[in-house]
C-alpha cells in the first residue's frame, strides 16, 4: 500500500539555522511528491513539488528513489517558517496520500 | 483572487443527527475533492468528482456518508447518522482537471459531535 511517512510530528530550530523535515514514501512505480504548507489561520497550500525542482520560499527537496525520501531543506530559518508541513505522494495518477504533518517552530 | 469557499466553518451536533457541509470550488475547477483531517493526521480523501461525476469514493463510509455535485460546480457533503468518530476537519478543494493541475484548499469545516 502507499504510504508516506513524517517521522517528527514536532520540530524545533532557532531562527537562522538549517531545516530538514524527513519524509519517506512506500511505492515500488515512479512517484509524484510534494510539499503542502499550512501557516497558523491560512488554508493548507502547495509548498512544491519534486517535477519543478524549484526553490520556493528557500526551501527545496529532493526526490532520492534509493532511498524512497523527499526531505524538504532550508538552509537558514526564519520565523515565518514556522507551520504545519505535510508530504504528499501522489502514486500513478490516482490521489493524493498525504503524511501525518510535522509542525515547525522557529524559535526566535 | 479566486479560493475555494466552505460553509458552515464550525459545526456541532449531537450524535445520530444529520449534517451537511457546502463546498463552492474555484469557478472553472472541474475537480472537486472532499477530505477528512482527523486531530493529529494529515488529509485523506473521501470522495473526488470529475464534473459532476464520481471517479474516486473509494475511502467514503457510504453507509452514513453522501456526496453530490448535480450541476457539476458546488457540491454538498452529507453525514446521517452523524457517531462520536466522525468528529474531525473537512476540507474541499478544486483542481482544473485530474493529474498534475494543483489543488486549491477550502479553509475546512471543524465538526465535533456530541
Known amino acids: 500500500a502507499q504510504r508516506v511517512t513524517q517521522p517528527e510530528k514536532l520540530l524545533s530550530v532557532f531562527k537562522g539555522a538549517p531545516v530538514e523535515l524527513k519524509c519517506n514514501y512506500s511505492?515500488?512505480?515512479?512517484?509524484?511528491l510534494f510539499w503542502y504548507v499550512q501557516y497558523s489561520r491560512q488554508r493548507l497550500q502547495l509548498l512544491l513539488r519534486?517535477?519543478s525542482r524549484e526553490s520556493i520560499k528557500g526551501f527545496t527537496a529532493d526526490l532520492n528513489k534509493g532511498e524512497t525520501s523527499f526531505h524538504l531543506k532550508k538552509p537558514f530559518a526564519q520565523e515565518e517558517d514556522s507551520a504545519m508541513y505535510y508530504c504528499?505522494?501522489?502514486?500513478?495518477?490516482?490521489?493524493?496520500?498525504f503524511g501525518q504533518g510535522t509542525r515547525l517552530t522557529i524559535n526566535p | 483572487e479566486a479560493e475555494v469557499a466552505q460553509s458552515p466553518r464550525y459545526k456541532i451536533t449531537e450524535k445520530s443527527q444529520a449534517v451537511a457541509f457546502w463546498c463552492d470550488p474555484i469557478?472553472?475547477?472541474?475537480?472537486l475533492y472532499w477530505y477528512r483531517q482527523i486531530l493529529g493526521q494529515g488529509p485523506e480523501l473521501l470522495v473526488q468528482?470529475?464534473?459532476?461525476?464520481?471517479v474516486d469514493d473509494s475511502q467514503l463510509p457510504k453507509d452514513r456518508f453522501s456526496a453530490e455535485r448535480l450541476k457539476g460546480v458546488d457540491s454538498t457533503l452529507k453525514i446521517q447518522p452523524a457517531e462520536l468518530g466522525d468528529s474531525a476537519m473537512y476540507l474541499c478543494?478544486?483542481?482544473w482537471g485530474t493529474g498534475a493541475y494543483e489543488q486549491y484548499f477550502g479553509p475546512g469545516t471543524r465538526l465535533t459531535v456530541t
Open positions: 511505492y515500488s512505480g515512479s512517484p509524484e
Open positions: 468528482f470529475q464534473d459532476e461525476s464520481v
Open positions: 519534486h517535477i
Open positions: 504528499a505522494l501522489r502514486p500513478g495518477a490516482q490521489k493524493l496520500v
Open positions: 469557478s472553472g475547477h472541474a475537480t
Open positions: 478543494a478544486s483542481s
